[in-house]
């Protein structure tokens, strides 16, 4: 199983991305994406997680500018950041707990994370 993140890039105060994140490989399903971001010398945190039924948890820091969507056909994810901060700036990764096989326990797989700065 493999995870594409990608989007990132240098956006000005106030400016807007989109993060894409598509899972490939050989799997059964998927029961949850999301996103996580870690900071210069900070511990990586939760942006945003999208279980299988639709619910969400937003971190506060991101509520009513983050916007998660999936397409469950193309097993993918997508983060719309909006009225982005310079706090906001730190590496996005991508996370998908994956069944590979019916009946088997999941497993949390990782994609290899884009760079958001977020600077005027």
């Known amino acids: 199983v493999q995870l594409q993140a990608s989007g990132g890039g240098l956006v000005q105060p106030g400016g807007s991305l989109r993060l894409s994140c598509a899972a490939s490989?050989?799997?059964?399903?998927?029961?949850?994406m999301g996103w996580y971001r870690q900071a210069p010398g900070k511990q990586r945190e939760l942006v945003v997680a999208m279980v299988s039924g639709g619910a969400t948890n937003y971190a506060d820091s991101v509520k009513g500018r983050f916007a998660l969507s999936r397409d469950n056909a193309q097993n993918t994810v997508y983060l719309q950041m909006t009225r982005l901060k310079p706090e906001d700036t730190a590496v996005y990764y991508c996370?998908?707990?994956?069944?590979?096989?019916?009946?088997?326990?999941?497993?949390?797989?990782w994609g290899q994370g884009t760079q958001v700065t977020v600077s005027s």
């Open positions: 996370n998908a707990d994956v069944r590979k096989h019916p009946g088997r326990p999941t497993a949390l797989y």
């Open positions: 490989g050989s799997f059964f399903s998927i029961s949850a």
